[in-house]
């Protein structure tokens, strides 16, 4: 399975992005498809997950209720709706799949390419 993540862009603090991950192949149940970003000079974190077969789904702290991940069985795609973004969300976003949960990069084993997210304050 290829990843593909787009939907980057600039916005203001308090505005929205969409990002979608798009996968070339079949996402099978067992799947669990995340989201990490990486700030400059920072290390990749971890900002939310679903489990493709249940829909549960996971944020990391400092999203949670502005983020909101979901999945479209039928596009194979993942989204990352963004609402009051802030300039700490600035961030390069990269999608991930991986066979279990986890917030660090090692539970995914298959990395998108990441789409930059610019928040202006």
């Known amino acids: 399975v290829q990843l593909q993540a787009s939907g980057g862009g600039l916005v203001q603090a308090g505005g929205y992005l969409r990002l979608s991950c798009a996968a070339s192949?079949?996402?099978?149940?067992?799947?669990?498809v995340g989201w990490f970003r990486q700030a400059p000079g920072k290390e990749r974190e971890f900002v939310a997950a679903?489990?493709?077969?249940?829909?549960?789904?996971y944020y990391e702290d400092s999203v949670r209720g502005r983020f909101t991940i979901s999945k479209d069985s039928a596009k194979n795609t993942v989204h990352l709706q963004m609402n009051s973004l802030k300039p700490d969300d600035a961030a390069v976003y990269y999608c991930?799949?991986?066979?279990?949960?986890?917030?660090?990069?090692?539970?995914?084993?298959?990395w998108g390419q990441g789409t930059l997210v610019t928040v202006s304050s």
């Open positions: 991930a799949a991986g066979n279990e949960y986890g917030t660090t990069q090692k539970a995914y084993n298959n």
């Open positions: 192949g079949r996402i099978f149940s067992s799947k669990v």
């Open positions: 679903i489990r493709w077969g249940t829909g549960i789904r």
